[in-house]
């Protein structure tokens, strides 16, 4: 072999990568020529030169500056009701015209559709109420009309849940044990991730939430997961179920229900159904602190009833991630899929 | 199963997905310093370096929703820090060509053009630890090769990822990436011989 060929095997060969054949042929040309053992000494020392430079360490504004970036460009991105209102609420802050515009409109429905509701819904011993078909016309001329509308055509039957939130006092039982204890070990999340969560005050109560979403925004601190907790409703009684009319041609309806309360009878476990041709479906079950934040599992289901993510929540902050992949076995890592809680457009 | 099935960045990558940007700076934390040293031995300035991997993570956060999960989260993230120092060096130009005249004497390019070589940063060789001086040698080689020579340099050599993962950040065949390395090292060699008698 000559000395050529012979120094393009000694990349190879000096990192341990060389075959047992070339290695063979290097070590023979080797012992028989100097210029090569030295073009190996050299090659050697260069690149242990290389590999020796010191690491630079980045400036500790490095972060900062990367993080005020993103929330210059993106100030209300991940929160949902800012994302929805967004144009509606030019000047205001936008959490907070959300909540008030919804607020306003959920009372505006409420009075409008009580009488149909008595009549139809309170002989069953359940509180139920229908959400306004698809195209319904809203209140013509008013920001809550407009926005609502718009509402309305974003995210098709979902949006009764946040038009008419259930909120019934009664004594339910707190919530039933986590799944989690009997499930394999979930991907928990780096503790660099988690310390924003340790100390952070609760969003506030449901009254409150708009206040609560503004400083969600504006604290770099606090989690930027959207908080979608069902509202405490003022009357009614009972286990409060939900019926949302999709307005689908295929006729799909979902299903919103409260199955537990807290003692304060704000929702403690909340369930989302679909239903088609008269099967119905769980797809998605949330759990959510007596202040309104996620809090334990979040479980979302695929059509087979199978759960396909489990997301526990500490008081609004992702504890820890589980999502199995088609046959029901634990992923080793995520699909990239968004959680359905987080996205109410998808139903 | 894939890489990215065993991809310890995935939880962080959905929540980032679903809008939640402490988990965006949970993976800048993590991965800032790789980027940094990336961009900065392919530039040789810290201060570029800095604006790259800013500039890096500001278009991974944008376009996250596009990551497709067939890599490692980290390969996606080294890429873009590499596509961001091309095109920084694309618009710097000869980088190396274009700085202050120090008192050493040039050294010839492969291409057989003068480079000028960069004054020492150093306010005073006499005050510099010959460590130092070695290491601002090395990196004044490396800032004269070319750059598709470079950026498999300091893949490989410097930040130590393996063929396979070169090839998947450079888009480049696994033979392609082995014999820009040989040349690379061979001009680093050469050049080492000339500015410090020996590599």
Redesign the interface.
């Known amino acids: 072999m000559d000395c050529e060929k012979t120094r393009?095997l000694l990349?190879?060969y000096f990192e341990g990568l060389s075959s047992a054949g070339e290695k063979t042929l290097v070590e023979e040309h080797l012992a028989s020529c100097a210029d090569c053992r030295r073009f190996l000494e050299?090659?050697q020392?260069?690149?242990l030169?290389?590999?020796?430079?010191?690491?630079?360490?980045?400036?500790a504004w490095?972060?900062q500056?990367?993080?005020a970036?993103?929330?210059e460009?993106?100030p209300v991105?991940?929160?949902l009701l800012s994302r929805l209102f967004g144009r509606f609420s030019a000047g205001i802050p936008v959490a907070a015209a959300a909540t008030v515009v919804i607020a306003v409109f959920a009372v505006v429905l409420m009075r409008s559709m009580q009488p149909e509701i008595g009549r139809r819904m309170r002989p069953a011993g359940e509180e139920a109420q229908q959400a306004p078909p698809r195209e319904a016309p809203a209140v013509t001329g008013s920001p809550a009309g407009s926005a609502a509308r718009r509402k309305t055509e974003a995210h098709g039957e979902i949006k009764g849940r946040d038009v008419s939130a259930p909120g019934q006092k009664d004594a339910a039982e707190k919530a039933a044990p986590d799944r989690q204890e009997s499930a394999p070990e979930p991907?928990r999340?780096?503790e660099?991730?988690e310390r924003?969560g340790s100390g952070v005050a609760p969003a506030p109560p449901a009254a409150g939430k708009a206040a609560g979403a503004l400083r969600q925004a504006e604290m770099?601190?606090?989690?930027?997961?959207?908080a979608v907790a069902p509202r405490a409703d003022s009357e009614g009684s009972g286990v409060r179920k939900k019926e949302m009319k999709a307005g689908r041609p295929e006729g799909l309806t979902y299903e919103r229900s409260v199955e537990q309360r807290h003692a304060d009878g704000s929702p403690e476990t909340v369930v989302t159904y679909e239903a088609s041709g008269g099967v119905r479906k769980k797809i998605m079950e949330e759990r959510f602190d007596a202040q309104g934040n996620r809090h334990g599992v979040q479980t979302a289901y695929d059509p087979a009833g199978r759960p396909w993510a489990e997301v526990r929540y500490e008081h609004g902050r992702?504890d820890?991630?589980r999502e199995y992949d088609a046959g029901g076995r634990p992923?080793?890592?995520?699909?990239?899929r968004?959680?359905p809680w987080?996205?109410p457009g998808l139903h | 199963m894939t890489e990215a099935a065993h991809d310890e960045d995935g939880p962080l990558v959905s929540l980032c997905r679903n809008g939640d940007t402490d988990a965006f700076e949970a993976l800048v934390k993590r991965h800032q310093k790789k980027m940094l040293n990336i961009a900065y031995r392919m530039t040789g300035s810290y201060e570029d370096a800095c604006e790259i991997v800013q500039d890096a993570f500001v278009s991974a956060h944008k376009n996250i929703t596009r990551f497709e999960e067939r890599s490692r989260f980290s390969t996606w993230l080294y890429t873009i820090v590499v596509n961001q120092t091309r095109n920084h060096l694309k618009k710097a130009e000869t980088v190396a060509c274009r700085r202050e005249v120090s008192l050493d004497d040039p050294v010839r390019s492969e291409e057989g053009g003068v480079c000028l070589e960069p004054a020492s940063k150093e306010p005073s060789v006499l005050d510099t630890l010959e460590q130092r001086e070695v290491q601002a040698r090395v990196q004044q080689c490396i800032n004269r090769l070319d750059e598709e020579f470079r950026e498999v340099l300091v893949l490989r050599d410097v930040q130590g990822f393996g063929y396979e993962e070169i090839s998947s950040l450079l888009g480049l065949a696994a033979g392609t990436v082995k014999s820009r390395l040989f040349r690379a090292r061979e001009s680093v060699r050469k050049c080492l011989k000339k500015l410090l008698g020996s590599p």
């Open positions: 393009r990349h190879d050299d090659l020392r260069t690149v030169s290389v590999k020796g430079l010191d690491e630079v360490e980045p400036p490095l972060t500056k990367v993080m970036r993103i929330r460009e993106q991105r991940g929160h991907q999340l780096s660099s991730h924003a770099p601190g606090e989690t930027s997961a959207p992702v820890w991630i992923r080793q890592g995520t699909s990239g968004p959680w987080l996205h």
